[in-house]
């Protein structure tokens, strides 16, 4: 299995930015992708940003231009640099990973980080 644990949540000012941190610990040798949700309260769990294991990403809409997925390696962990925050963004924010075996890709969560943005 994989472990995730997310941090670098927390409140912000509007315009501001904030920087979470997903650490993956397990059998991360077989992840192929890793990516972020959000929920807002009363709202569905959206997808935010994803990355391939060979640096592709995409982004939803609503946060292209300002949000950046990336990855480390070395350290095993995953970053969402989001910056010119809006109070849309406030919403918890969950990472995954996508894990192959065999043929059958398994998605494991973290445990999710509050991400509050004021007006």
């Known amino acids: 299995q994989v472990q995730l644990v997310e941090s670098g949540g927390g409140l912000v000012q509007a315009g501001g930015s904030l920087r979470l941190s997903c650490a993956a610990s397990g059998s991360i040798f077989s992840i192929n992708a890793m990516g972020w949700y959000r929920q807002a309260p009363g709202k569905q769990r959206d997808l935010v940003a994803t990355i391939t294991n060979g640096g592709s990403t995409n982004y939803a809409d609503s946060v292209k231009g300002r949000f950046t997925i990336s990855r480390d390696n070395a350290k095993n962990t995953m970053y969402l640099q989001m910056n010119s925050l809006k109070p849309e963004d406030t919403a918890v924010y969950y990472c995954?990973?996508?894990?192959?075996?065999?043929?059958?890709?398994?998605?494991?969560w973290g445990q999710g980080t509050q991400v509050t943005v004021s007006s």
């Open positions: 995954y990973s996508n894990t192959l075996r065999g043929p059958t890709s398994y998605r494991y």
